[in-house]
């Protein structure tokens, strides 16, 4: 167990749609940072979140946004779902800003599939 | 940042050593090597980083020669649970971190019985 907790595990859903997916980080850790993994594809880093602050983008659409709350855990909404967004998406938190040189903590991800 | 190559896929039987090796041929003087390994439908998992010469911790070790150019991930004795995709990453914490890592496609690892 990572200390990342993701949720919902699993979300179908419709085209057109808007779903949100949850992120609690590591207790003392102040980033957080989503990733988008589709078949056979690498992962991919949308967005970072830094204390509440965003830190850096990625390849993030338009269609996505993302927040961190001041309890620290995030959220990453999607809107106007395509078949195409179907993916695994990660979160990860580090205690720091994203040092590559530290560890990060990867939950278990949430599958999203778009019908 | 460095960009890193890995073989796509290795075949591997129980109880053998598996060497698996990356290579950043434009590694930068602050960059350290890290690898990661994720199992099917779950988050990577952090499991040895280096700067230099030879890291070893309870599951892998890490080999990195004096040029930089490359590193081998080293795992002992793998068994079927060993089964997984590698991921080697090389970033610093000047310039950006894992926002700026492209963890690829990896390194599919299959262990055979």
């Known amino acids: 167990d990572s200390g990342v907790t993701q949720t919902p595990k699993h979300l179908i859903t419709a085209t057109g749609q808007r779903v949100t997916l949850r992120c609690s980080p590591r207790s003392g850790d102040l980033s957080v940072y989503w990733y988008q993994q589709s078949l056979d594809q690498g992962l991919q880093f949308l967005i970072q979140y830094y204390n509440g602050e965003e830190r850096a983008k990625g390849n993030i659409l338009e269609r996505f946004s993302a927040q961190q709350f001041p309890d620290l855990h995030s959220e990453l909404n999607l809107s106007s779902l395509e078949l195409g967004d179907s993916a695994l998406y990660f979160c990860?938190?580090?205690?720091?800003?994203?040092?590559?040189?530290?560890?990060?903590?990867f939950g278990q991800g949430t599958r999203l599939t778009v019908v | 940042l460095a960009k890193t190559t890995q073989p796509i896929s290795m075949d591997s039987y129980e109880g053998q050593e598996v060497n698996i090796t990356c290579s950043h041929n434009?590694?930068?003087?602050?960059?350290?090597i890290t690898w990661y390994q994720q199992f099917p439908s779950q988050g990577p998992r952090f499991i040895i980083q280096g700067y230099k010469t030879k890291v070893t911790n309870e599951v892998a070790s890490l080999f990195i020669p004096a040029d930089r150019k490359s590193s081998t991930l080293s795992l002992p004795r793998v068994s079927l649970s060993d089964t997984a995709v590698y991921y080697c990453l090389v970033g610093d914490g000047s310039s950006g971190g894992y926002q700026k890592v492209t963890f690829g496609t990896g390194t599919k690892l299959q262990v055979i019985p």
């Open positions: 434009n590694i930068a003087t602050n960059d350290y």
């Open positions: 990860a938190s580090s205690v720091g800003q994203g040092e590559v040189n530290t560890e990060a903590f």
